[in-house]
């Protein structure tokens, strides 16, 4: 079976061998979410992914999928993404009405939560592997296998009970098998091929370093910046050598409005133990080359600015003294002795008043 079904996705896939551009585990998955809020108020919520790139969101006044990218359809024909889009919008009406109909034979209580996810996985060198999984309240429920669903051991009594009232639908079991071990691996090709140009871009990172406010007396908040990075998966490290530093924490991977990520890095250490940190980026764009930047006490710009700036003022400023004294002739100095001269002494002269005179 598993030998037959490689053959089909190898044969049937438009673009085929543009999956082996791919070497690291994919997989693309639609997410149903039915909030209920009482017996009789529920909100619906659908998106599509492949991986943690949101491809479709869902309208839910028309039903249909909105494509938030012109390759986000791959390569397949209308025709089967119609089809499709219809088998998705009656079971997305469908699903949850199952669980309002026996919400208290199978004790949900209100307000909760339920989480539909199907999809396949594609392993480069493999047949693709098809899922589909129901969750409440963010845990697994049950789960569906070779045309049955079946209970997660943290479901209990109530996942047994979902599972045979789900079961009891044949026709809509069929439809779900035939479209993650046939349909879902030919879409995740197409969208493969489609989109490859997007998909295998890589953006080289950039970096730089700062401190946060401070912990408390005596401490630094040591704080990485990692920035305009495609694709999404990173590894962000402080390190000390080569030993990494269990304190660190790591923020959300947050967009840019580029399509690149951001990403920050922070660490919490005495200031007198901060010298000889570093903090290393690892990532597809840089080719196998880590970047590693290595932290500097604040003050030691400072340090170097008084060691210096200082000495090379001093020294223009005695270069200034120096040359002024030079400018400036020598002139002895005198005393006027008019005043102390004797009119009776030899070779003295006496003016006489003007009023004498």
Not at 148 to 170: I, L
Not at 258 to 276: H, I, N, P, Q
Request: aromatic fraction near 12%; charged fraction near 20%.
């Amino acid at each position: 079976m598993l030998f037959l079904q490689l053959v089909l996705f190898v044969v049937l896939l438009p673009g085929g061998g543009s999956e082996d551009a791919f070497q690291e585990p994919i997989s693309v998955q639609i997410i149903l979410t039915t909030s209920f809020y009482n017996c009789s108020s529920m909100q619906n919520q659908g998106s599509a992914w492949l991986d943690e790139l949101q491809t479709h969101a869902w309208d839910n006044k028309t039903g249909a999928f909105i494509f938030l990218q012109h390759w986000y359809k791959g390569k397949l024909c209308s025709k089967e993404l119609t089809e499709v889009e219809e088998l998705f919008s009656s079971y997305y009406i469908g699903f949850p009405l199952k669980f309002q109909d026996h919400g208290s034979q199978w004790q949900l209580e209100y307000p909760f939560q339920v989480q539909l996810a199907l999809g396949c996985e594609l392993r480069f060198g493999e047949a693709s592997v098809g899922f589909m999984r129901i969750a409440y309240q963010g845990s697994d429920l049950v789960s569906f296998q070779s045309m049955s669903w079946w209970p997660s051991p943290e479901g209990g009594s109530r996942a047994q009970q979902v599972c045979r009232v789900f079961n009891q639908d044949h026709e809509d079991n069929e439809l779900m098998h035939t479209f993650i071990i046939d349909y879902c691996p030919r879409y995740l090709s197409s969208l493969l091929d489609a989109g490859k140009a997007d998909l295998q871009r890589q953006v080289r990172p950039e970096a730089w370093l700062s401190a946060g406010p401070s912990p408390g007396p005596g401490r630094l908040l040591l704080v990485c910046h990692v920035s305009g990075f495609y694709p999404k998966p990173v590894w962000v490290m402080w390190m000390r050598g080569e030993q990494e530093q269990r304190g660190t924490q790591r923020g959300d991977v947050l967009p840019h409005a580029d399509g690149t990520w951001y990403l920050r890095m922070s660490l919490d250490v005495k200031a007198r133990e901060a010298a000889g940190l570093s903090c290393r980026v690892r990532h597809s764009s840089l080719g196998g080359q880590d970047m590693v930047l290595y932290w500097e006490q604040p003050h030691s710009m400072g340090l170097v600015f008084l060691a210096v700036i200082v000495p090379l003022v001093l020294l223009a400023g005695l270069a200034l003294w120096l040359r002024k004294r030079w400018k400036t002739p020598w002139r002895p100095q005198c005393t006027d002795l008019r005043s102390e001269r004797d009119p009776s002494s030899p070779g003295s002269s006496t003016y006489p008043n003007p009023a004498q005179r």
